[in-house]
């Protein structure tokens, strides 16, 4: 037994090992990265490192600490009376996580310990899968179990959206995702033990020990990423309807809604609870893409037909031929008598168990349709039930025969495939990631842009700027970060000018960049008495 689960985790390891090495080259030291959300983590620790993480109570800021950056923001979240504009689409366990653990290690803000962190997580997750599907299998022979367990496991590792989401994306999306797996694993584990009839002191302990455990393990859930939220939601739905068990359903409930309180909490400290209600509220509207285009996250929502043209090339681009080899096999069982009980068998089987991984998943696409369709990383989520649908397709191919019975040549032919299958999803996920993961690279244009800003911007004034003539994308958190400025875009002076006096502000510059040209230009607004 020892030995076979050493074998497993061996492989689990060159598995993981394998995932790394065809990244690794998108790991990087430097100083730049055009990643949207190491950017602003960097930024926000950064931030923090200047003012204090409590003055601003612990809450994911944005706006540098110039008297020219505050209240110019080129997309307002949550803004302060003091013009600081704070970062509050999720809760901020992941930023706080990480600003305490690279200060106590005395490791600098820089990318580098960024994409280390995401590829740890990305081994722990695996590792609890694995430890989950081995719970799930543990009845079958290894010749049955070994190809479901490590199918599944390719899936999770290889799968583009989450070789990128692990990567790219150390955010809380990755804390989240990892602590879904995570508590599912110990909750899971924990509910299948026998419940004592007798109620002795000794046992009335264990029995309260475990449900704060479980309070514990979902408020650093909730406090990680709203996925978090909606696990505490689904074992309050499995207490309830399923285990009758009210101590669960509190456990739940008070883990959850303790984190929520306290993420609520730190937004509401700094900028007052109705203007925090207000842009929660205008967060989820935007994320949740049901309302009118106005209201609706890069201007689209569900009910556009080029909205259903963009997820389709967004799914194709993060999971590649996963769903449609998903989808055949799955019509192809369904379609056999005996294949098609197992897997209802295996529904009703493992329904809690099921209902605690992927109802949580299920609710943030739902909620979340227009955020989750529309980001490349949030595709990364539908890893977890991916690797499980495949795990147990497998399984049953495997272990049920045309006769509805094990067979030792179905058996091994089944392993074969499987065995196959494994290389080829691995041949065309590396491909697809290495395609799509242009975006990790330089945009020495953009760090160009943003020293110029930073060497001739003055500290009182505020900063606006253009780039002209370039197929790059611009992104003004990186303008932001490089330049260690808070910044907007501006089309001209004169609305530089407008911009500037609608956030009261009489000091401002405006910068153009000509790629074509090479032109550089500043142009300022006096008006204000500065300081020699």
Not at 133 to 151: C, E, G, N, Q, T
Not at 231 to 247: E, M, R, Y
Request: a positive charge.
């Amino acid at each position: 037994m020892r030995t076979a689960l050493f074998k497993e985790l061996l492989l689990l390891c060159l598995l993981f090992l394998l995932s790394v090495v065809v990244r690794w080259q998108y790991v990087h030291d430097s100083r730049y990265t055009s990643n949207d959300c190491h950017v602003i983590l960097l930024s926000t620790m950064e931030i923090w490192g200047h003012d204090g993480v409590w003055a601003h109570a612990g809450a994911p800021v944005q706006t540098y600490w110039n008297e020219g950056d505050k209240f110019n923001h080129f997309y307002k979240r949550l803004e302060s009376p003091q013009g600081d504009n704070y970062y509050i689409s999720y809760p901020p366990f992941a930023f706080l996580f990480t600003y305490g653990l690279l200060n106590a290690l005395g490791i600098s803000f820089s990318p580098f310990p960024l994409f280390i962190l995401g590829l740890c997580a990305h081994f722990i997750s695996a590792v609890f899968l694995w430890l989950i599907l081995r719970s799930v299998f543990r009845d079958a022979k290894a010749i049955v179990h070994m190809p479901a367990v490590f199918i599944g496991l390719t899936c999770f590792l290889f799968l583009p959206a989450s070789q990128h989401l692990y990567l790219h994306i150390w955010f809380p999306d990755v804390v989240g995702q990892m602590m879904l797996i995570v508590s599912c694993y110990f909750i899971h584990r924990w509910l299948r033990k026998p419940i004592a009839t007798t109620k002795t002191q000794e046992e009335q302990l264990i029995s309260n020990s475990t449900y704060l455990w479980i309070s514990i393990l979902l408020f650093f859930s909730a406090y990680s990423e709203w996925i978090g939220l909606f696990l505490g939601c689904s074992v309050a739905v499995v207490a309830l309807f399923i285990g009758k068990d009210k101590k669960l359903f509190w456990s739940a409930a008070l883990g959850s809604g303790a984190a929520l309180v306290l993420t609520l909490a730190q937004y509401a400290i700094v900028a007052g609870p109705f203007d925090m209600l207000r842009s929660l509220v205008l967060r989820f509207a935007l994320r949740s893409g049901y309302l009118s285009k106005e209201y609706s996250e890069g201007g689209v929502n569900v009910y556009q037909a080029e909205t259903w043209e963009t997820i389709a090339r967004n799914a194709w681009n993060a999971l590649s031929v996963y769903p449609f080899i998903l989808l055949i096999f799955l019509l192809w069982m369904i379609s056999q008598h005996t294949r098609r009980q197992a897997i209802i068998r295996f529904v009703k089987r493992h329904s809690t168990l099921l209902m605690l991984l992927l109802l949580p998943v299920f609710m943030h696409v739902v909620l979340l349709a227009n955020f989750t369709l529309l980001h490349k990383h949030a595709y990364g989520k539908l890893a977890l039930p991916i690797a499980i649908a495949f795990a147990a397709m497998t399984y049953y191919f495997i272990r049920v025969g045309s006769k509805g019975e094990q067979n030792n040549n179905s058996s091994i032919k089944g392993y074969l495939l499987s065995g196959l299958t494994t290389i080829v999803l691995i041949i065309i996920s590396v491909q697809h990631f290495h395609t799509g993961a242009k975006g990790g690279l330089a945009k020495p244009l953009l760090e160009e842009v943003s020293y110029f800003i930073q060497k001739e911007s003055s500290p009182e004034a505020a900063v606006f700027f253009q780039v002209k003539g370039t197929d790059t994308e611009v992104s003004p958190f990186l303008i932001n970060y490089f330049s260690k400025r808070s910044t907007a875009t501006a089309k001209s002076d004169m609305e530089a000018a407008e911009k500037a006096k609608q956030i009261k502000q009489q000091y401002w510059e405006w910068f153009l960049i000509d790629e074509e040209t090479g032109e550089r230009k500043r142009i300022t607004n006096y008006s204000k008495n500065r300081s020699k």
